[in-house]
């Protein structure tokens, strides 16, 4: 399977750093607010999961047709689908910094992600805002929504602790989680989504930096490998 999407799509140089930080939030978190912020602060692009999917329903292709059925029905796009359109948009965006939207939503979504990207997240930005708070923004926002009523949110409140918080917790066994407070002002939160990326900025020009000194030293280069040669003709004698 993954090797099928590559050959279709195409896939990343070898080598080559790509930066990937997952952000996550129950519905009305404030997910695309804060992605937006960081876009501008930090130079990222920004990929959601969903406006792929809608954008592809719009195509006049089988693949558009079959996404736009799924999606009027209620059911479940899969997940190889999904992270093929991700995957491709990467691909075209020319970008090496991605923040991904609200995906992976499931344990399936970060399976196929792992199976055909397999670019291990920096991080997952987790935006933790309380169930009743989420309720108040959804039903006061004004974007001409279906879905903005209160037993539609409740569902989708549930799907979310169900499907998408086993995902946020397999990546806090693995030290990947960063957790802001999303009740606060959009401004508030921003303050400490800040202060995340800027260490990560910090850690990749720390890194840059320790290459950058190996590479155009080529003194140490010499007595590096003339150490080498040493070890070795005395591990033979």
């Known amino acids: 399977m993954a090797d099928a999407i590559k050959s279709q799509v195409g896939s990343f140089p070898p080598g080559k750093k790509i930066t990937v930080v997952f952000v996550l939030g129950g519905p009305g978190s404030g997910k695309g607010t804060q992605c937006s912020n960081i876009v501008k602060q930090f130079g990222f ?7 792929l999917l809608r954008e592809e329903a719009k195509s006049d292709t089988e693949q558009g047709t079959m996404v736009k059925n799924l999606m009027h029905e209620g059911k479940l796009v899969p997940s190889e689908l999904i992270v093929k359109l991700l995957l491709k948009a990467m691909l075209q965006s020319g970008n090496d910094k991605f923040l991904v939207d ?30 009743e708070e989420l309720e108040r923004r959804i039903l006061h926002r004004n974007q001409g929504r279906d879905d903005d009523n209160i037993d539609t949110i409740r569902k989708r409140f549930e799907v979310f602790q169900e499907s998408t918080l ?17 009740a606060k002002s959009p401004d508030a939160v921003f303050e400490d989504v800040k202060a995340i990326f800027a260490q990560l900025n910090t850690q990749a020009n720390q890194g840059s930096s ?28």
């Open 166 to 182: 086993p995902v946020v917790q397999y990546y806090e066994k693995r030290g990947k989680l960063r957790k802001v407070d999303g």
């Open 102 to 131: 609200g995906f992976p939503r499931n344990e399936e979504n970060r399976q196929a992600y792992e199976s055909v990207i397999g670019i291990e997240p920096e991080f997952v930005l987790f935006i933790d805002c309380p169930k």
């Open 45 to 51: 692009t920004h990929l959601s999961a969903g406006d």
């Open 210 to 237: 320790v290459s950058s000194r190996v590479q155009s030293n080529p003194l140490k280069r010499f007595v590096d490998l003339l150490c080498g040669c040493f070890g070795t003709q005395e591990a033979r004698s």
